[in-house]
């Protein structure tokens, strides 16, 4: 089925950590249909100039599958300063839901979810639509310090493991999410380790580490990339990554979402 813009209503905005905003959107036709791991396409805000020009790709960072998706939005350029001074009322054009999301095995159990900075934006649905799945759900996260951290409390409650690193100590211990997840190889007992599912979404240096470690210990680790994109839907080629066998992949189209396996060669 075709897909096509929508005019989504802003319904939130909230500032939840440094230079990061969340911002929700009425879009009851993407809502009902995405699944952990997609992305919309965010068009022009500004009818009269149309700036910025291109959509952005956004993941979806939470949904009630029902009338409302949450995107979380990192303050980096005058595009995303112009959707954070967004008021609700206002609304944008979105297309979606796009893309391949996480695919989580039926057996799997514990399922880890694995976020640098702004990566935890895809992990957040996933780790919820696990949680309403059965599964046991640790989240290993780090950030550069305490204020770039988004907030995990709702996660906490509903009962999801969780273990944060800083660059600066900050908050939770010193390191990374790569070195939080070695910490915890231990704990996922040789016995269960064919059925622990892994999805990592962060840095390009950590999705890297974290392959590495998860082939060592025959973990399955799935990656989420992150690519500027045009189109969103695959036509333009813009965001096409190679793969570890050389093939050219579309990270819109055939992602965001691939094995750590296909994109490492590990």
């Known amino acids: 089925m075709r897909k096509h813009f929508i005019e989504a209503e802003v ?63 990192g303050i980096v350029g005058r595009g995303t300063q112009n959707l954070a001074r967004l008021e609700p009322g206002n609304r944008l054009s979105v297309l979606g839901p796009l893309g391949t999301g996480f695919n989580v095995p039926a057996a799997a159990d514990p399922v880890i979810i694995i976020g640098g900075g702004l990566g935890i934006a895809p992990l957040n649905y996933l780790a919820r639509q696990s949680l309403k799945n059965g599964k046991k759900v640790i989240l290993l996260y780090g950030a550069g310090s305490r204020e770039q951290l988004i907030p995990t409390a709702d996660l906490e409650s509903l009962g999801v493991k969780i273990k ?84 050219g992949q579309r990270v819109c189209k055939e992602g965001p979402v691939f094995s750590a396996n296909e994109v490492f060669g590990t």
């Open 11 to 73: 319904v939130s905005v909230e500032r939840v950590a440094y230079a990061t905003v969340s911002i929700g959107l009425k879009a009851a036709e993407i809502a009902g249909q995405v699944q952990p791991g997609q992305f919309v396409m965010v068009g022009s805000h500004n009818a009269d100039t149309h700036d910025p020009f291109l959509n952005r790709p956004f993941s979806v960072h939470e949904c009630d599958q029902k009338t409302t998706i949450q995107l979380l939005i």
């Open 164 to 247: 944060i690193a800083t660059d600066d100590g900050s908050r939770g211990v010193r390191g990374n999410a790569a070195m939080l997840l070695e910490s915890r190889l231990a704990d996922i007992a040789a016995e269960t380790r064919k059925q622990a599912y892994l999805a990592a979404c962060g840095p390009w240096k950590m999705l890297q580490a974290l392959a590495e470690i998860c082939s060592k210990n025959v973990l399955n680790l799935e990656v989420s990339l992150e690519s500027k994109m045009a189109c969103g839907v695959g036509a333009c080629l813009g965001c096409t990554h190679f793969l570890s066998d050389g093939s």
